[in-house]
Each structure stands twice: as C-alpha cells, then as structure tokens.
C-alpha cells in the first residue's frame, strides 16, 4: 500500500510539472500574440495617418491661390501632431525631376555623366539605348539597342517601343545595371510630361545635368535658393538653364512620414495630379508606395537631409 501511494505521489508530482510547463508556454505564446497584435496595431496607425497626411496635403493644394495660407507646392516642410503622433509633410512639383520621356536629351545625358559617371560617348550611348526602348520602331540608333541586341546580351525581354510607364522599367533597359537603376531613379520621373526642370524645386543632382553649369554654380544657386525661400522671398534665376526650364505643373509628389511616441515610424509617399478646374475629379492619384527615400526640399541643406525611417 505504501508503495502504491508512493507512486501516486510521483504521477502527481509529474502532472503538477507539465501543467507548470503547459501554463508556462502558454503564458509566453499569449504575451507573443499580444505583442505582435500590439505591433501590427501601431503599424496600421501609422500606415493610416501617413496615409491621411497625404490627403490632408491634397485637401490644402486644392484651396484657391489667392488663400494666403494655401499650401504650396515648394517643398516646405510642414508638421503637427495628433493624438501623441508628429506628422511631417513635403510637397514638390513633379517638374522637380526629370521626365524620362520627354526630358531634352542634353540634360538627360547630363544626368547620366554627372551621377554615373560616364564620359560623352558612354552617356549619349546609352542615352540612344533608352530612347530605342521608347521609340516606336525597330530601327537601331548608331550607339542604340533593338532586339537583336538583347537577344545576343542573353535578354528574354525586347525594347516596349512606347513610352516608359514607370521609372521602374528603366531596370529593363539594356545596360541599365542594378546600380545604375538605383543612382538615376531618385531624379526622374514619368508624370511630369515636360522636357525640362523647375529649379525652383529641382535638387542638387537634377539641376547639375544641365549642359555647361559647374558644380560652384549649382551650389551658389541651392544655396540662395533656400535663404530666398526661408525669407519668403523670390528664388532668385539660374544661369544656363535655357532651353531646360519648366513652370510648376499640377502633379505634385507628397511624402508623408509619421512617428509614433514609441519611436515607431512610418513614411508613405504619392504623386498626385491635381485638376481643381474639374468638379467631377478635383484630383488623381497616380500612385502610392512606401517611401524609399527622403523628398529633398528646396528649403534644406541637401547635406543634411535626414534618412527615412525603415
């Protein structure tokens, strides 16, 4: 008898242990949940308000230009804060970039020498490259590529023949190299539908592929530019843009980035054209994604833009 209750005692011992252990799992599985509800929570509100810093932006571009307190879209940082949250917003005419269809081929070879570093004939090259993707036809420019070309580099794609309908798919041209793509994407753009740049709004590296303009120019320039503009006064000319200027137009690429008061951040970004003459659609979104790099503003030292959130 004595030793049959000696045995129970060690069968209750052993249950009290693995209910120890089952309690003790599921404790931890349930605080597991709780922090990846938690998580998925704040980032959903982050998503949310970047999302609605976005449509705020648009709200405020839409109001008539005489309203002295309209928004402009001149890249001036704008922030607040809602419910423990900061929220700051930059606004720039998509002219700011340049377009990858209509740009005028000499500043678009001055962007491929200036931020790849190529020599005259590599740059007009591989520009004669990018205009065979978009042209219409199948005849090869001198220094170009058409199918036969990207069958013999072992390619399974041919040139669109039609205009890029995403900076994304300069990747597909021909010795456009991953690297390449990632240096060039920042400063172009398929909405503006301009052959030049404002530079009012045009960044450092955008506004040195223009022909013939040196670095020290293009420097003195950012840099009168972002005293006129903190003193709200008028930016001042740029020499040798000729032929390379364009006005503000009404697409309009908005960042949005919030952060939470755990240090949780978020950024969302969209280029929107804005049609306020059109009661049926006062605008457009043409697109939306994560913001992969900070939206350089004319009001900054480019130097000391901060990097985005991941």
Same mark, same amino acid.
């Given at each position: 008898?004595?030793?049959?209750?000696?045995?129970?005692?060690?069968?209750?011992?052993?249950?009290?242990?693995?209910?120890?252990?089952?309690?003790?799992?599921? *404790?931890?599985?349930?605080?597991?949940?709780?922090?990846?509800?938690?998580? #998925?929570?704040?980032?959903? #509100?982050?998503?949310? =308000? &970047?999302?609605?810093?976005?449509?705020?932006?648009?709200?405020?571009?839409?109001? %008539?230009?005489?309203? %002295?307190?309209?928004?402009?879209?001149?890249?001036? @940082?704008?922030?607040?804060?809602?419910?423990?949250?900061?929220?700051?917003?930059?606004?720039?005419?998509?002219? $700011?970039?340049?377009?990858?269809?209509? $740009?005028?081929?000499?500043?678009?070879?001055? =962007?491929?020498?200036?931020?790849?570093?190529?020599?005259?004939?590599?740059? #007009?090259?591989?520009?004669?490259?990018?205009?065979?993707?978009?042209?219409?036809?199948?005849?090869?420019? @001198?220094?170009?590529?058409?199918?036969?070309?990207? $069958?013999?580099?072992?390619?399974?794609?041919?040139?669109?023949?039609?205009?890029?309908?995403?900076?994304?798919?300069?990747?597909?041209?021909?010795?456009?190299?991953?690297?390449?793509?990632?240096?060039? $994407? %920042?400063?172009?753009?398929?909405? &503006?539908?301009?052959?030049?740049?404002? %530079?009012?709004?045009?960044?450092?590296?955008?506004?040195? &592929?223009?022909?013939?303009?040196?670095?020290?120019?293009?420097?003195?320039?950012?840099?009168?530019?972002?005293?006129?503009?903190?003193?709200?006064?008028?930016?001042?000319?740029?020499?040798?843009?000729?032929?390379?200027?364009?006005? *503000?137009?009404?697409?309009?690429?908005? #960042?949005?980035?919030?952060?939470? *008061?755990?240090? =949780?951040?978020?950024?969302?970004?969209?280029?929107?054209?804005?049609?306020?003459?059109? @009661?049926?659609?006062?605008?457009?979104?043409?697109?939306?994604?994560?913001? =992969?790099?900070?939206?350089?503003?004319?009001?900054?030292?480019? *130097?000391?833009?901060?990097?985005?959130?991941?």
């Amino acid at each position: 008898m004595k030793k049959q209750h000696g045995v129970a005692l060690v069968v209750v011992l052993w249950v009290i242990v693995l209910l120890s252990v089952i309690a003790s799992v599921f *404790a931890k599985t349930t605080r597991t949940e709780a922090a990846l509800a938690r998580n #998925q929570l704040e980032m959903a #509100q982050v998503r949310a =308000l &970047s999302e609605a810093g976005i449509e705020r932006a648009v709200y405020e571009l839409l109001q %008539p230009n005489n309203n %002295p307190f309209r928004w402009r879209s001149n890249g001036a @940082p704008l922030s607040w804060e809602i419910e423990g949250a900061s929220i700051s917003i930059k606004a720039v005419d998509e002219t $700011a970039r340049i377009d990858i269809n209509r $740009a005028n081929p000499a500043l678009f070879v001055g =962007l491929l020498k200036t931020q790849l570093g190529l020599d005259d004939l590599e740059a #007009q090259s591989l520009m004669e490259t990018i205009q065979d993707w978009r042209d219409a036809d199948d005849l090869k420019r @001198p220094n170009g590529a058409e199918k036969e070309e990207y $069958a013999a580099a072992g390619l399974k794609h041919v040139p669109g023949n039609r205009d890029f309908m995403a900076v994304t798919e300069l990747s597909s041209v021909l010795g456009i190299t991953e690297a390449y793509y990632q240096k060039l $994407a %920042p400063h172009l753009t398929v909405y &503006s539908r301009q052959g030049g740049i404002n %530079p009012a709004t045009a960044s450092q590296a955008v506004l040195s &592929s223009i022909p013939g303009i040196l670095p020290e120019e293009v420097s003195m320039f950012v840099e009168m530019r972002r005293l006129a503009l903190q003193a709200g006064q008028q930016v001042p000319a740029l020499p040798k843009s000729a032929g390379m200027f364009a006005n *503000a137009g009404n697409v309009i690429r908005i #960042q949005a980035l919030v952060k939470l *008061a755990n240090g =949780l951040s978020h950024g969302r970004e969209a280029v929107v054209r804005i049609t306020p003459g059109d @009661p049926k659609r006062l605008h457009s979104v043409l697109t939306w994604r994560d913001a =992969l790099e900070p939206l350089e503003s004319p009001f900054e030292n480019p *130097a000391e833009t901060p990097s985005l959130p991941h």
